[in-house]
């Protein structure tokens, strides 16, 4: 899973950025769910104090994310997953944090190749106790953490994922430029960050996070957990 903390990159935000950075979180909690208009731009410019170019800037830069569907006359909505592929493309975290501005990098924290456990089987739907690749990662937006990833790989179905360190790239865009999916499971909660997480992203303990849970499967051969 992908625990993303509240949007503290220590630094102000820009107007635009604030925009982002509110809408996105509205959509990401819930709060405005599949099909929900966005309130217009003079609606936003008036909300924000802002000039007409700065809503549309960030408007667009949503719509290339994934996060909003712009129609001609009718307005912006909250984008609904119309192929596994916008699914999984609306939760990019590069993608997210370059839409608001920042700068992007990755860590790989932790790689550990095992036997799979109950909890695994469990998370992947595995039948038998096969190998996989537990991965825990930080993604960054500017000069802080964004979001904690803990990921496991199913080794059964993606065998060369065992040679790979990921210290280049996150197992994310890895898995997706080398796996044709035929069916994602995704969900989105809130949780208050535990003593691990808190540490992980720099945040107080009990601070409020959305947890972004994701299962992928390949030709019915269950893929990834995150």
């Known amino acids: 899973m992908s625990i993303i903390g509240t949007m503290d990159v ?3 935000l820009s107007l635009h950025q604030r925009i982002l950075s509110d809408i996105r979180e509205r959509i990401l909690s819930g709060a ?3 099909g929900h208009r966005i309130p217009f731009e003079h609606e936003l410019t008036a909300e924000y104090k802002c000039s007409r170019m700065t809503v549309n800037k960030a408007l667009s830069q949503l719509a290339k994310a994934g996060l909003i569907e712009r129609r001609r006359r009718s307005g912006s909505f909250v984008r609904r997953p119309q192929s596994q592929a916008a699914v999984l493309e609306i939760h990019d975290i590069r993608i997210e944090v370059e839409a608001l501005g920042l700068p992007y990098c990755y860590e790989r924290v932790a790689r550990h190749k095992r036997r799979s456990s109950a909890e695994d089987r469990t998370l992947l739907e595995l039948d038998s106790n096969g ?3 537990a991965l825990e990662c ?3 937006a500017g000069k802080r953490a964004f979001a904690h990833e803990q990921r496991l790989i199913n080794l059964a179905a993606v065998a060369e994922a065992a040679d790979e360190e990921f210290f280049a790239v996150a197992p994310g865009p890895w898995l997706i430029a080398r796996v044709p999916w035929s069916a994602a499971e995704h969900r989105i909660r809130a949780v208050a960050a535990d003593r691990h997480i808190a540490a992980a992203l720099d945040i ?3 601070a409020p996070c959305l947890v972004v849970e994701r299962r992928t499967w390949s030709a019915e051969h269950p893929v990834t957990h995150v």
């Open 10 to 12: 220590g630094e102000p």
């Open 32 to 34: 405005w769910a599949p």
């Open 131 to 133: 190998p996989v690749l």
């Open 138 to 140: 930080r993604h960054f």
């Open 204 to 206: 107080e303990a009990g």
